[in-house]
């Protein structure tokens, strides 16, 4: 059994929920993408990649010889990192799952959680490409407690977490049967 996280604390019980969902989703044979991560850490990787090659050069070489090259790294730096904080704040938006369903619907899953606020908000989004005009996104928003699915003491509950995704997502709600949730993580 996994440990127990504090009941009062937002950010833990989101992370939790937000770890749980993906879990769940494959464990009905949704595949997951991994594309808004690669992006990310290609982004990071890259500025990172920049930082300590800048270092070693000026380490080596001395800063007489290196200060020009030093100037375009900390601006093609200060790019990657621009381009990675809007890549996060735009295009990833609070995505915690991006994939497919078994019979080949896209799914996107984004999750938020207001300050002083208790309740988990999931933005579920679908389209089947093979029935749909492109872009033609069916939107569903749902929310619930957290107290639906965390014991008093801060154990994640992933029965009543399934049972509450798949009564309220069609999509899931297919995958797992109609609704009857079996599987447990």
């Known amino acids: 059994m996994a440990s127990p996280i504090a009941v009062y604390s937002l950010p833990d019980l989101k992370n939790t929920t937000d770890d749980a969902l993906p879990n769940y989703l494959t464990s ?7 594309f808004l991560t690669d992006v990310r850490l290609g982004l990071g990787y890259s500025a990172v990649v920049i930082a ?3 270092f070693a050069f000026d380490y080596r070489c001395g800063w007489d010889e290196t200060k020009q090259h030093t100037f375009w790294a900390v601006i093609a730096y200060f790019l990657l990192n621009s381009a990675l904080t809007s ?3 735009f295009a990833e938006r609070g995505k915690i799952f991006q994939g497919l369903a078994p019979n080949g619907t896209l799914l996107t899953i984004a999750s938020t959680v207001l300050k002083h606020n208790p ?4 933005v579920v989004r679908w389209t089947d490409p093979a029935i749909s005009e492109p872009f033609d996104w069916e939107i569903r928003e749902i929310s619930a407690p957290f107290t639906t699915w965390f014991s008093s003491d801060g154990q994640f509950i992933a029965k009543p977490f399934q049972q509450w995704l798949s009564s309220h997502i069609p999509i899931i709600a297919a995958a797992d049967g109609a609704g009857s949730p079996t599987k447990v993580n």
């Open 28 to 34: 009905l044979d949704f595949r997951r993408s991994y």
């Open 52 to 54: 300590a090659l800048t």
């Open 87 to 89: 890549w996060i704040w």
């Open 119 to 122: 309740t988990y908000q999931l």
